[in-house]
């Protein structure tokens, strides 16, 4: 098993932020998520909590789907940004 290298730094860049986005009916899914990625402090596990679907993005809506999750680029106060996000799978 090959080790992780630690993420570069850049001097005044702070690492991104992101958020897992796990359907509302995943709980094993969420479970695990949030289990394997407990120590990582630059991701968030989430339920979607939007019962109105058609705010989403529609690639998100897609993975939500086929997937049971997302995951996005966070920016400030848990606003993702779709324009940068990353497709789950």
Do not use: C, Y
């Not at 990625?37 to 939007?50: K, N, S, T, Y």
């Amino acid at each position: 098993m090959s080790k992780r290298l630690p993420p570069r730094k850049v001097p005044g860049r702070r690492s991104p932020r992101w958020l897992v986005i796990v359907a509302r009916d995943e709980d094993e899914i969420h479970a695990k998520l949030q289990r394997v990625l407990a120590g990582d402090r630059h991701v968030r596990v989430i339920f979607d909590r939007r019962g109105d679907t058609s705010r989403n993005q529609p690639w998100v809506t897609r993975s939500l789907r086929l997937h049971g999750f997302a995951v996005v680029l966070a920016t400030r106060k848990g606003r993702s940004k779709p324009d940068r996000a990353v497709a789950s799978g």
